[in-house]
């Protein structure tokens, strides 16, 4: 199936470090979405973006929607151990009938105290 | 509030056999989309349900169906199971079809053998 390109594929940084984190698509996107997921559970929604340019806040995370509509980055500012977890980008157009989300493979990202 | 439930949580299953899956929607959502994830990778769309209708459908064979019930929640179904269905089905709710967010369930992780 159709998914994006997520990079790095995994980190192992120190606590107290920034994150940066990308995703890119061969296809246009209307609304990007980033996620995180922790062993065993289902993906937490972080952020969502709905325009492209968009640059949007969530406590120390900050994702961007890119400009050329194919592509989207999430930073992750002064990193702690509770980061620890799998981000996944997903891409959608939403406003079809359709809703369906189309998923990068996943950030592993590993934080050492 | 009650997020999105799954259940079972965990199920060991033969190959051959059939499955049903289940999912509880967020209250006041009408969408529910199936996802599966295979170890390391990104969850992949298998289908989308509004308003009891199928709105969409990933890449999957036959084997796999789903329904909707009148209270919004769902079941999916896989019939003569194969070792590589091994992976966590995750369940989204949704306020509508094409909405920007879907909240996930825990998921059932489904180990067939």
């Known amino acids: 199936g159709q998914q994006l390109n997520q990079s790095p594929q995994s980190m192992f940084i120190q606590e107290g470090e920034d994150v940066s984190m990308n995703c890119t698509s061969s296809?246009?996107?209307?609304?990007w979405l980033w996620y995180k997921q922790d062993p065993g559970e289902g993906p937490v929604l972080l952020i969502a973006?709905?325009?492209?340019?968009e640059l949007t806040s969530n406590g120390r995370l900050t994702a961007q929607f890119g400009i050329t509509r194919k592509d989207s980055f999430l930073n992750i500012s002064a990193s702690i151990p509770s980061d620890v977890g799998i981000y996944f980008c997903a891409g959608m157009n939403y406003g079809g009938s359709q809703g369906n989300l189309i998923f990068g493979k996943g950030t592993k990202l590993s934080v050492k105290p | 509030d009650a997020g999105v439930t799954q259940s079972p949580t965990h199920l060991i299953k033969t190959r051959g056999q059939h499955v049903t899956l289940r999912c509880s929607p967020i209250s006041g959502h009408k969408s529910v989309s199936w996802y599966q994830q295979v170890l390391g990778q990104g969850p992949q769309f298998i289908f989308q349900y509004y308003e009891k209708e199928e709105r969409g459908r990933g890449n999957f064979p036959d084997r796999f169906s789903a329904r909707q019930f009148p209270n919004y929640s769902s079941e999916l179904n896989v019939n003569a199971l194969l070792l590589g269905d091994s992976a966590l089905y995750l369940c989204a709710s949704s306020w509508r079809t094409g909405t920007l967010e879907a909240f996930f369930g825990q998921g059932t992780r489904l180990t067939v053998v």
């Open positions: 973006l709905y325009k492209a340019g």
């Open positions: 296809s246009i996107f209307n609304t």
